[in-house]
């Protein structure tokens, strides 16, 4: 990695960890410890340790694994779901408060988080196997939300789910389909997430095959 890059990855880097301590920070003063319960707040704590561990491997003089570019890779495309639901999915249809805790958490951190993976990525020798392993993070978080479902945690006050789309019991249920919130069931929703995340796998690895021939 040349100088030029390996100062932006710095400063990336130092970005994602500082709006992650910000962000978090709030959130864990505004909903106390229910925050953390979150995939938003959790996938943001991860990309901070990657980006962390990232520094101080910068740092290092021999060759960097590529499991550890796997790692970083499945991060990456984790705080980029995190981004896009509340952006695109959240936002609009809850009509969330863009306060300074939102904004850094579902924004400043997955788009320094993904330049910096675009930055650094080409070092590594991602293969499209490693795609699945995005997957992994949403569906240990869709059980853990699940359980918290059927042993009626609180994410919020008098919600036992922590999203729309995780709420079993709306009126679409697990495959049905409504014309209100949360327009289909808790199922689809999945289903639609995972391809989500297969789809952006693939297209940040065409990305960093692009990169390399530049």
Not at 84 to 99: E, S
Request: aromatic letters at 18%; charged letters at 10%.
């Amino acid at each position: 990695m040349n100088t030029k890059k390996r100062i932006l990855s710095y400063l990336l880097k130092l970005t994602v960890i500082f709006a992650v301590i910000v962000g978090v920070w709030q959130a864990a003063v505004l909903r106390g410890c229910s925050a953390f319960m979150y995939f938003t707040i959790q996938s943001n704590i991860l990309i901070a340790i990657i980006c962390a561990i990232g520094l101080f491997l910068m740092d290092k003089k021999q060759k960097i694994s590529d499991a550890w570019f796997t790692f970083k890779f499945v991060g990456t495309v984790a705080i980029t779901l995190t981004g896009v639901v509340f952006c695109f999915i959240l936002a609009p249809n809850l009509d969330l408060a863009w306060g300074l805790s939102n904004t850094l958490t579902h924004v400043v951190v997955p788009v320094a988080a993904i330049l910096d993976f675009f930055v650094t990525g080409t070092q590594g020798n991602l293969s499209k196997k490693d795609v699945l392993w995005v997957t992994l993070p949403p569906s240990l978080y869709t059980i853990y939300a699940a359980i918290g479902y059927v042993q009626n945690w609180s994410f919020d006050e008098g919600y036992n789910f922590p999203y729309f789309f995780f709420n079993w019991g709306s009126p679409a249920g697990a495959f049905g389909f409504t014309k209100e919130l949360p327009f289909m069931g808790t199922a689809w929703w999945i289903l639609v997430l995972l391809i989500f995340l297969i789809i952006v796998g693939f297209l940040y690895l065409a990305i960093i095959k692009r990169l390399r021939k530049i």
